[in-house]
């Protein structure tokens, strides 16, 4: 039985995206097709609010991650973690023989201003790494602020994990300075996992450029010289179906709902589920800092959350335990992509109802 699935991803895709994956196919060097991936970049600049290059990568965004931090980093990169996700960029920098050091947050608490800035004053890095939005622990880092750091250091490249905030969350590309934002398919743009995307600023082109080649198919350098000798088109053959029905979203996202209505409902989503979560258990992350995309909740009753699940399965939903070390001490609201508040009323009345709280 398929289920109603409020996860971290995969998230719902709605019948007609899912389609549009079905679009007969055509040449990835053709006209066609560098109209396509035309189309694509100058929606995504409206969703991402950039006037950088886009490119696109047939991975999940762990391959743009790998990608940007060993084509950006000369000397050496700082990654300031908040949870499993952001462990993972030093553990990708570590295995692509890229130097960096690990700032780790004790669980629960967001990455502040203060931190980055004592990192950035020894004047040892000219990478940054920050996961906007950690599922694990459900914080949304508060980058508007580490923003106004950063921009005090024009040297150091900034790299942003947004996979699960963008579309669900407003971030200003090029307001907030970032270099490399980097984002994938089945999160809050909802679509099928297999594709994954992300800006490129000039500043960080002409890093590339110092850093010389690094592998071929993640090599952003490669990626984007290409793109431009190409007319966006790309190294390898790109996952067509993926771009057909992500243009066919991103005009649901840009003209159906509209941003600003998008971001509002996964605001009211997100309220609504913190609100619940704090009534009957407690949520995870700090107050003022959780995510807007889905809620991790302290499991202060110590209920099973297997079987917890297991019901919601027989009644067609899903959510999610905690992750890692957090398994059965947290579990997980998803509150992105597709769902609607209907549908937040929906499981969160159902768990009321399974556990009697």
């Not at 947050?105 to 203060?114: H, K, R, S, V, Y």
């Not at 000039?202 to 431009?228: M, Q, S, T």
């Not at 959510?319 to 001490?329: A, F, T």
Request: net charge neutral.
């Amino acid at each position: 039985m398929f289920k109603k699935l409020f996860i971290p991803g995969p998230t719902q895709v709605h019948p007609d995206v899912l389609a549009k994956m079905g679009t007969p196919m055509i040449s990835h060097r053709g006209k066609d097709a560098s109209d396509l991936q035309r189309r694509l970049t100058e929606k995504m600049r409206k969703v991402m609010f950039t006037e950088n290059k886009i490119a696109f990568s047939t991975s999940s965004g762990t391959g743009l991650m790998e990608g940007a931090i060993r084509s950006s980093t000369l000397k050496k990169a700082i990654v300031f973690s908040v949870g499993a996700f952001g462990d993972r960029w030093a553990e990708v920098a570590n295995l692509n023989g890229v130097e960096c050091d690990l700032h780790r947050e004790e669980a629960g608490n967001p990455t502040m201003p203060e931190t980055v800035e004592k990192y950035l004053a020894t004047g040892k890095y000219d990478t940054v790494t920050i996961t906007h939005n950690e599922t694990s622990t459900g914080i949304m880092n508060p980058v508007e602020a580490i923003s106004e750091v950063i921009k005090r250091y024009p040297d150091v490249l900034w790299l942003v994990d947004c996979v699960s905030s963008l579309a669900g969350a407003k971030v200003e590309v090029d307001k907030l300075g970032i270099d490399i934002c980097i984002t994938s398919s089945q999160k809050a743009l909802a679509l099928p996992p297999g594709l994954a995307l992300c800006s490129i600023s000039p500043k960080a082109e002409a890093r590339f450029e110092k850093v010389g080649n690094k592998g071929y198919y993640l090599d952003l350098k490669n990626l984007v010289k290409y793109i431009d000798k190409k007319d966006h088109q790309y190294t390898s053959t790109p996952s067509l179906s993926h771009m057909f029905a992500l243009d066919y979203q991103l005009d649901r996202i840009l003209l159906e709902e509209g941003l600003e209505t998008r971001f509002l409902r996964h605001l009211e989503m997100a309220e609504y589920t913190i609100n619940w979560a704090n009534k009957y258990f407690e949520v995870f992350p700090m107050g003022g800092f959780e995510s807007l995309t889905l809620t991790t909740i302290k499991n202060t009753r110590g209920i099973s959350v297997k079987d917890l699940n297991d019901a919601l399965g027989k009644r067609g939903m899903q959510i999610s335990n905690g992750y890692g070390d957090l398994k059965e001490k947290t579990f997980r609201i998803a509150h992105m992509g597709e769902l609607q508040m209907a549908d937040m009323v929906e499981v969160t009345d159902a768990i009321t109802e399974i556990l009697k709280l």
